[in-house]
């Protein structure tokens, strides 16, 4: 793919928006001014061309960041493709997304990094390379190569890496290298087959069971080898209490261990699991009642530092056929704002500016990439939500390729209404 320029819009000045910026601590109604692609000082004259938007009543932030994306480009792009996904990430408040390596070839040479860094994308593009090549587990791939080429973070995510001595060799190299190893912590050998937790529809349906023990050992077995490096370690899609337990007893210790909450882990329980339904169907699967409640507590006293989404699009065909039958994932980046602000702010009293940190400078942290800001001179990336107006919905209006979306009829409050990357705008909700 080749460089295109970037676009510049018009100058925008944004009126009396409730600005949310958790580098500056600043929450306050204000007016934001943009021009050549920067946030610049509001100027006593605008200049011509200048366009002008009342944001009285919505929330300004800085543009979001998901850690956890799929956007399946290249091998299944019936799916997802780095366009569509970008374009999804956009219509979510994204401006930055991380995308997982598991595509069909697996992102471990540096020209399958490359060809994502196209700054003509609806969103900043920052590629995760593989941790051993192929994926296989087998040898650490050539990540010096990898992060040369622009491989932001490490991750064989899908699969663990489960070979000690293997992840302690790339958690070397990666600490060298100043990047984060990222680890779906499931060990294959516990989980077995199974691809539910232990409720009532995993008893109706006789379908096999997935030991929390599997992700809790392999959670355990991170922290160790983060304790021996000291280099960088991310969990992954934590979903059982006693991980977060885990990360929080080695957080206190003072070790380099961060740890991620989906919006569908704190939002739906595995009782909830109907199983006509493909869209309840992720991995690791839904936790227990329990479970959900600890991800909340721990989003809320900053055990779990950030969201992410998870995004895993799959086409409507395959999730068509009941839980049993489905593939695993579901898609996130449009609902990820509305879900996590509607149960965390709305329901939990999370205060409004640490909802905004866990999406911004939560996971630029654990990247190692500086804290995203609305201060003046910073590259315009900003997100407008609706906090007020609820906001029903409706699959069939996503931007992604995909629809596997478990949220489908929910009512919620945070809809993102206009997304501005690098100067651009990259999403604007009806007639903003
Ligand atoms: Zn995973």
Same mark, same amino acid.
């Given at each position: 793919?080749?460089?295109?320029?970037?676009?510049?819009?018009?100058?925008?000045?944004?009126?009396?928006a409730?600005?949310?910026?958790?580098?500056?601590?600043?929450?306050?109604?204000?007016?934001?001014?943009?021009?050549?692609?920067?946030?610049?000082?509001?100027?006593?004259?605008?200049?011509?061309?200048?366009?002008?938007?009342?944001?009285?009543?919505?929330?300004?932030?800085?543009g979001?960041l998901?850690?956890?994306?799929?956007?399946?480009?290249?091998?299944?792009?019936?799916a997802?493709?780095? #366009?569509?996904?970008?374009?999804?990430?956009?219509?979510?408040?994204?401006?930055?997304?991380?995308?997982?390596?598991?595509?069909?070839?697996?992102?471990?040479?540096?020209?399958?990094?490359?060809?994502?860094?196209?700054?003509?994308?609806?969103?900043?593009v920052?590629?995760?390379?593989?941790?051993?090549?192929?994926?296989?587990?087998?040898?650490?791939?050539?990540?010096?190569?990898?992060?040369?080429?622009?491989?932001?973070?490490?991750?064989?995510?899908?699969?663990?890496?489960?070979?000690?001595?293997?992840?302690?060799?790339?958690?070397?190299?990666?600490?060298?290298?100043?990047?984060?190893?990222?680890? @779906?912590?499931?060990l294959?050998?516990?989980?077995?087959?199974?691809?539910?937790r232990?409720?009532?529809?995993?008893?109706?349906?006789?379908?096999?069971v997935?030991?929390?023990?599997?992700?809790?050992?392999?959670?355990?077995?991170?922290?160790?080898?983060?304790?021996?490096?000291?280099?960088?370690?991310?969990?992954?899609?934590?979903?059982?209490?006693?991980s #977060?337990?885990?990360?929080?007893?080695?957080?206190?210790?003072?070790?380099?261990?961060?740890?991620?909450?989906?919006? @569908?882990?704190?939002?739906?329980?595995?009782?909830?699991?109907?199983?006509?339904?493909?869209?309840?169907?992720?991995?690791?699967?839904?936790?227990?009642?329990?479970?959900?409640?600890?991800?909340?507590?721990?989003?809320?006293?900053?055990?779990?530092?950030?969201?992410a989404?998870?995004?895993?699009?799959?086409?409507?065909?395959?999730?068509? @056929?009941?839980?049993?039958?489905?593939?695993?994932?579901?898609i996130?980046?449009?609902?990820?704002?509305?879900?996590?602000?509607?149960?965390?702010?709305?329901?939990?009293?999370?205060?409004?500016?640490?909802?905004?940190?866990r999406?911004?400078?939560?996971?630029?942290?654990?990247?190692?990439l500086?804290?995203?800001?609305?201060?003046?001179?910073?590259?315009?990336?900003?997100?407008?939500?609706d906090?007020?107006?609820?906001?029903?919905?409706?699959?069939?209006?996503?931007q992604?390729?995909?629809?596997?979306?478990?949220?489908?009829g929910?009512?919620?409050?945070? @809809?993102?209404?206009l997304?501005?990357?690098?100067?651009?705008?990259?999403?604007?909700?009806?007639?903003?």
């Amino acid at each position: 793919m080749t460089a295109k320029p970037q676009q510049h819009s018009a100058p925008l000045l944004i009126q009396n928006a409730q600005v949310v910026d958790p580098a500056s601590c600043r929450n306050e109604v204000a007016d934001l001014f943009i021009a050549d692609g920067l946030l610049l000082p509001v100027p006593s004259t605008l200049p011509q061309g200048t366009r002008r938007m009342n944001a009285k009543g919505l929330v300004v932030t800085p543009g979001l960041l998901d850690l956890h994306v799929h956007f399946r480009d290249p091998g299944a792009t019936t799916a997802e493709t780095l #366009v569509t996904g970008s374009r999804a990430a956009a219509a979510g408040g994204f401006t930055h997304v991380v995308t997982m390596p598991n595509t069909n070839p697996p992102c471990d040479r540096p020209k399958w990094v490359q060809r994502q860094l196209d700054p003509a994308l609806a969103a900043h593009v920052l590629p995760a390379a593989c941790v051993t090549s192929g994926r296989h587990g087998r040898a650490v791939a050539d990540l010096e190569a990898l992060a040369a080429a622009g491989a932001m973070a490490f991750t064989d995510d899908g699969a663990m890496v489960a070979d000690p001595s293997l992840m302690l060799d790339a958690l070397r190299r990666a600490k060298k290298l100043d990047r984060v190893v990222m680890d @779906h912590a499931v060990l294959p050998e516990l989980a077995g087959t199974g691809v539910i937790r232990d409720c009532t529809a995993a008893n109706r349906y006789h379908l096999p069971v997935f030991p929390p023990e599997a992700e809790i050992a392999a959670v355990e077995q991170d922290i160790r080898l983060c304790r021996e490096t000291g280099a960088r370690m991310h969990i992954q899609h934590v979903s059982c209490a006693a991980s #977060v337990t885990a990360i929080r007893a080695a957080r206190r210790a003072g070790l380099p261990v961060s740890g991620e909450a989906t919006p @569908h882990h704190i939002a739906i329980a595995a009782e909830d699991i109907d199983a006509d339904n493909g869209n309840l169907r992720m991995n690791p699967p839904l936790g227990s009642r329990e479970d959900l409640r600890a991800l909340r507590e721990a989003l809320l006293d900053g055990t779990l530092t950030t969201f992410a989404t998870d995004h895993a699009p799959h086409t409507p065909d395959s999730k068509a @056929h009941g839980f049993v039958h489905a593939p695993s994932g579901v898609i996130g980046l449009e609902t990820a704002a509305a879900v996590s602000y509607s149960l965390m702010v709305g329901v939990e009293g999370m205060p409004l500016i640490d909802w905004v940190a866990r999406w911004t400078t939560g996971p630029a942290a654990i990247l190692g990439l500086p804290p995203p800001a609305l201060t003046t001179g910073q590259p315009a990336n900003l997100a407008l939500f609706d906090i007020h107006r609820p906001w029903r919905i409706q699959p069939e209006h996503f931007q992604s390729l995909s629809r596997n979306c478990p949220f489908a009829g929910w009512t919620l409050h945070g @809809h993102a209404m206009l997304t501005i990357c690098a100067g651009r705008v990259t999403w604007a909700h009806g007639s903003l």
